[in-house]
């Protein structure tokens, strides 16, 4: 029974890792911010909200949950990313208009954040086998 449970464990514990490294290696970033007011689709197909708590990443998959600090007033915030981008060198996430808001640097435009991926529910399992 261990020689199957071997070979069925194995296999799913290696995805499961590599899709980890994947984005892994992101695990936390800072650097500079910016919102923006899109109101067309984002990358993932679904209509831009700029009331919505979301943001654009340059890589990390459609759909992972961030945490959003603004280093200068230590304001967080938890976001999903569902679209790409910023597109200006030396930026490292778009959030929305309320998410800057909320965040506390929408007059100012740009600020500096951290960026923290969070792990998602498939990343956090572990293998069931008996």
């Not at 007011?37 to 708590?53: D, V, W, Y």
């Not at 990313?81 to 007059?107: E, H, S």
């Amino acid at each position: 029974m261990s020689f199957v449970r071997y070979f069925v464990c194995a296999p799913l514990f290696a995805i499961l890792l590599s899709g980890t490294a994947a984005y892994g290696a992101l695990i936390q970033q800072c650097g500079t911010g910016s919102w923006y007011a899109l109101t067309s689709q984002t990358a993932n197909g679904e209509m831009a909200n700029p009331e919505a708590m979301t943001a654009a990443h340059p890589s990390l998959p459609l759909g992972t949950r961030v945490r959003v600090e603004n280093l200068d007033n230590g304001r967080r915030l938890e976001l999903r990313i569902n679209d790409r981008g910023p597109f200006i060198k030396g930026r490292i996430i778009d959030v929305t208009r309320a998410a800057a808001d909320r965040l506390g640097f929408k007059d100012k435009g740009i600020t500096r954040l951290r960026v923290t991926a969070l792990p998602s529910a498939r990343q956090s399992k572990s293998c069931a086998c008996s």
